[in-house]
């Protein structure tokens, strides 16, 4: 249809952008990481959400022009940022068991002289449903370049924890839908305890997403101050050029 040949003529193109959110230590307030999101902005349309156009790609055979786009941005943009700062880039579930995603990878890497250990991929907690060998294999071998993982959506899958818990992980973000209700409701309040608890206990990091008002912040500063912070009280998404204003001063 035409969405579809819109997005694969602005892929050809390189019509799309990316927006970067940056992710917070809480207890030092100082940036680990910056997640990578795409944008497009259509020529008649405006703003699609990638939460659109995504799937679509995945339906239509354009999802390995988008995730090679987007590596190839994310990675540019991570080079010219301060060592000790992360690049996270979001990557579908299909994707990651493509057997070009490696190779993809590797060579967005070596274009752009980003050493793999800066580079995070989040995939979503459905993926850990059952076990898949393929799936486990594919980590493995992201991993073996130096590329690290997180799990994102965190609570609002059916994912095995048992499983999950074994699988070479890095960090865990909780779903922003845990965040919002604390104040209101007080058994969201104790899952997201829980689930702190828990990542803790597997020796994970953890961000906690959706942070929106100053009561979830003293709430996080108060049971977990030692988890990783993002959302939109921080900072929003922004373009790679205003994020130079967040970076740390040199002394
Ligand atoms: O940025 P926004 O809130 O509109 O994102 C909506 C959804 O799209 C989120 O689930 C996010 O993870 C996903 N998303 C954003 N950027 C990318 C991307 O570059 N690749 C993939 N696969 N998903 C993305
Ligand atoms: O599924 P994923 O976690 O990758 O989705 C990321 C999206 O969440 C980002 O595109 C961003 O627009 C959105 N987001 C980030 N911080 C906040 C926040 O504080 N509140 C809300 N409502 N959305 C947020
Ligand atoms: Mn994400
Ligand atoms: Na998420």
Redesign the pocket.
Known sequence: DQLESDLAEAIRHRQLT??Y?PIFGLETGRIVAC?????WNHPERGAI???LF?PL??ASGL?DG??EL?LDL?TSSAAAWPDEILVA????PS?LKRGNFDRMLAKALARNGLPAQRLEI?I?ENLFVEEDEDLAKAIEALRALGVRFAI??FGTGYSNIGYLSHMPIDKIKIDRKFLTGIHEDRRQAGLLRSFLGFVDSLDMAVVVEGVETHDQLSFLADCAPSSLIQGFLLSR?IPDAELATLWPKEV
């Open positions: 990316m927006a959110q997640e990578a999101l795409v944008r959400s990638p939460a995504v790609a995945e999802i988008l995730t987007t994310a880039v979001n990557i579908s994707q989040e979503t994102d959506d998404p």
